[in-house]
Nanobody, 121 residues
Framework: QVQLVESGGGLVQPGGSLRLSCAAS????????MRWYRQAPGKQRELVAT???????NYAEFVKGRFAISRDNAKNTVYLQMNSLSPEDTAVYYC???????????????WGQGTQVTVSS
């Protein structure tokens, strides 16, 4: 099966930075769009950033200028560089990918298990 595994979360002070990674594996043929979402306690999951297979990016207004999404197609990995973090960024961050694999016909979407980001002094 296709798996997306996030890493890089943790505790950081306000104003600090973190870099999240999400590696996809499992007989992958190609990956179309990849995204980062987040979900804070008591809130709905929200889209943070998107990157297409061609490298085009799009960001939620609340992270523009602070976060940067990138990908390494050779490694089937997407990254999220997070700068100028504030307590409001505290959430579980999930990656999502639209993946073509040997396991299924066409492109299907997959989620990672999430990584906790806590911004606190």
């Amino acid at each position: 099966q296709v798996q997306l595994v996030e890493s890089g979360g943790g505790l950081v002070q306000p104003g600090g930075s973190l870099r999240l990674s999400c590696a996809a594996s499992g007989r992958i043929l190609s990956i179309n769009a990849m995204r980062w979402y987040r979900q804070a306690p008591g809130k709905q999951r929200e889209l943070v950033a998107t990157i297409t297979s061609g490298g085009s990016t799009n960001y939620a207004e609340f992270v523009k200028g602070r976060f940067a999404i990138s990908r390494d197609n050779a490694k089937n990995t997407v990254y999220l560089q997070m700068n100028s973090l504030s307590p409001e960024d505290t959430a579980v961050y999930y990656c999502w990918g639209l993946v073509s694999s040997s396991w299924a016909v066409g492109y299907n979407d997959y989620w990672g298990q999430g990584t906790q980001v806590t911004v606190s002094s």
